[in-house]
């Protein structure tokens, strides 16, 4: 059985705020080490749960976080940025997944919250549900019949993960108290809850069994916080402008869709001003 694991940070044990997840500040440098423990119990717990083969996928920011000369030598790291599927690439080839790191979605109560952009993206609906990174990529990997078996993140996100991840185990290493504060568990205590979680997960799939690709189409719709943003994004094939800051589109599949909103986040980025946004 091959698991890939998409590793994100917002989630990972004891991060709270920007600065712990920004790449070259001292707090980051510091929670690079808390990310690749909760990798590391992660790959633990699948290969003792009967995993054959674990692939991480480095998800966050330059994805280059995760400390490769700490991982565990079992496992593989897909390290860098500019791939086609961004946080579930590898998922093609894999059995199962996890959602490692993973945080609540734009305007919703959570961690460190939000979807791609740190702030410019204020609400995101597919198929005119609420939606978060977690979703989107769990769309992604159902078009090949992948299920996501673990979820970790603070208790929110562990909630969340139920609406469509249903048949996945959970792993809350923080209780949310406020967008920048949490309740953390010491990292031997998240790595040991990871760890149990994951050998878990990976036994109890085996079980389940592998289910039936889900198909699209499917409806994104993205709101921003300024005008300018939903006018630029509009610019991009296949996306219209639906009102004043909110952009929409419909994909066939869930793979397209997910390239098409990381194009329309890459824009909007791209055309935020320093000071007004």
């Keep these: 059985m091959r698991v890939l694991?998409?590793?994100?940070?917002?989630?990972?044990?004891?991060?709270?705020?920007?600065?712990?997840?920004?790449?070259?500040?001292?707090?980051?440098?510091?929670?690079?080490?808390?990310?690749?423990?909760?990798?590391?119990?992660?790959?633990?717990?699948?290969?003792?749960?009967?995993?054959?083969?674990?692939?991480?996928?480095?998800?966050h920011e330059t994805q280059r976080n995760i400390l490769l000369d700490e991982l565990d030598h079992r496992a593989r790291l897909l390290i860098g940025r500019h791939k086609p599927l961004g946080m579930v690439q590898g998922i093609q080839e894999a059995d199962a997944a996890v959602f490692l790191g993973y945080h609540t979605g734009a305007g919703a109560q959570g961690v460190l919250s939000h979807t791609y952009l740190a702030s410019a993206l204020t609400g995101f609906r597919i198929d005119g549900e609420h939606a978060d990174e977690g979703r989107m990529n769990a769309l992604a990997a159902a078009e090949y019949g992948v299920p996501v078996i673990l979820v970790t993140g603070d208790d929110l996100t562990c909630a969340a993960a139920a609406r469509w991840a249903p048949g996945a185990r959970t792993a809350a290493v923080k209780e949310c108290v406020s967008r920048f504060a949490a309740v953390c568990l010491p990292p031997s205590r998240s790595a040991a809850l990871i760890r149990e979680q994951a050998e878990?997960?990976?036994?109890?799939?085996?079980?389940?069994?592998?289910?039936?690709?889900?198909?699209?189409?499917?409806?994104?719709?993205i709101d921003f916080h300024a005008t300018h943003l939903a006018e630029a994004v509009?610019?991009?094939?296949?996306?219209?402008?639906?009102?004043?800051?909110?952009?929409?589109?419909?994909?066939?599949?869930?793979?397209?869709?997910?390239?098409?909103?990381?194009?329309?986040?890459?824009?909007?980025g791209a055309s935020a001003e320093d000071r007004f946004g």
């Design 200 to 221: 878990l997960a990976v036994s109890e799939h085996a079980v389940r069994g592998r289910p039936e690709p889900v198909t699209g189409p499917h409806h994104f719709e």
């Design 234 to 268: 509009a610019g991009i094939p296949t996306v219209e402008q639906t009102g004043p800051r909110t952009v929409a589109f419909t994909a066939p599949t869930a793979t397209r869709a997910l390239r098409t909103f990381r194009i329309c986040s890459t824009v909007a």
């Design 5 to 59: 694991i998409s590793a994100d940070m917002e989630g990972a044990t004891g991060t709270t705020w920007p600065k712990d997840v920004e790449p070259g500040t001292p707090a980051w440098e510091r929670m690079r080490r808390l990310l690749t423990s909760d990798v590391n119990a992660c790959v633990e717990g699948l290969f003792s749960g009967g995993a054959d083969e674990v692939v991480v996928n480095e998800s």
